[in-house]
C-alpha cells in the first residue's frame, strides 16, 4: 500500500511559476513509476508527465512539454512538478499517482492517487 500526498498548489499569475510535491509514504518508493495528471471542471483527468522509478526517463504531454518538468528524489520519497510559463489553462486539481515499474499515460493504469492540490493560475 502506498499512500500519496500532494503539496504546492495556490493561485499564480500568467507566466508564474509553482512547484508541486508529493510525498509517498512506504519503503520501495524507487520501484514505482510516478505520474502527475490534472482535471478541470467538467473535464476529464488527464496526463500530465510521469517518470520512471530508478533510471529517471520521463514522459510529458504535449500541452505541457517545454514548460514544466517532473523530477523525483528517491531518497526522500518525494517526486516533483515543476511548472513554469503557466497558463490560464494550466488550471486545475493536480494529482499524483504511483504504478508498479513502467511508465504509463492512462489514469487507469495507476494504481494509487493523492487527494490533489489546486492550481490556479489568473490572467
Known amino acids: 500500500q502506498v499512500q500519496l500526498v500532494e503539496s504546492g498548489g495556490g493561485l499564480v499569475q500568467v507566466g508564474g511559476s509553482l512547484r508541486l510535491s508529493c510525498v509517498a509514504s512506504g519503503r520501495t518508493f524507487s520501484s514505482y513509476a510516478m505520474g502527475w495528471f490534472r482535471q478541470a471542471p467538467g473535464k476529464e483527468r488527464e496526463f500530465v508527465a510521469a517518470?520512471?522509478?530508478?533510471?529517471?526517463?520521463?514522459l510529458y504531454a504535449d500541452s505541457v512539454k517545454g514548460r514544466f518538468t517532473i523530477s523525483r528524489d528517491n531518497a526522500k520519497n518525494t517526486v516533483y512538478l515543476q511548472m513554469n510559463s503557466l497558463k490560464p489553462e494550466d488550471t486545475a486539481v493536480y494529482y499524483c499517482?504511483?504504478?508498479?515499474?513502467?511508465?504509463?499515460?492512462?489514469?487507469?493504469?495507476?494504481?494509487?492517487w493523492g487527494q490533489g492540490t489546486q492550481v490556479t493560475v489568473s490572467s
Open positions: 499517482a504511483a504504478r508498479s515499474v513502467t511508465m504509463a499515460v492512462k489514469a487507469s493504469q495507476y494504481d494509487y
Open positions: 517518470i520512471s522509478g530508478r533510471d529517471g526517463r520521463s
